[in-house]
């Protein structure tokens, strides 16, 4: 039974990575005007420019994720040879 409830929490596709990736953007973009209201000028844009960049990161994350297992592959193929020949 817990193992049925778990698997409502894996995130098989793209579009519910979408899905995901957009919820955490409304949420870090409210986060982000409150920062605005109790920090205004400076501090509040930057701390605005922090939470939205986090979704940034989160959602590269989200999407490499659910890629095939090939794409996964060939782009660490791709990083290995040009690790190559930087090194």
Do not use: N, W
Not at 62 to 82: E, N
């Amino acid at each position: 039974m817990l193992s049925k409830f778990a698997r409502l929490f894996v995130i098989k596709t793209r579009f519910e990575a979408f899905a995901i990736i957009y919820a955490l953007a409304v949420g870090a973009v409210t986060r982000g005007f409150v920062y605005l209201q109790t920090y205004p000028g400076i501090p509040g844009y930057l701390l605005f420019a922090a939470c939205t960049g986090a979704v940034f990161m989160a959602g590269g994350k989200l999407l490499d994720a659910t890629r095939g297992p090939r794409h996964r592959r060939s782009s660490l193929r791709r990083v290995v040879l040009r690790a190559r020949t930087f090194g």
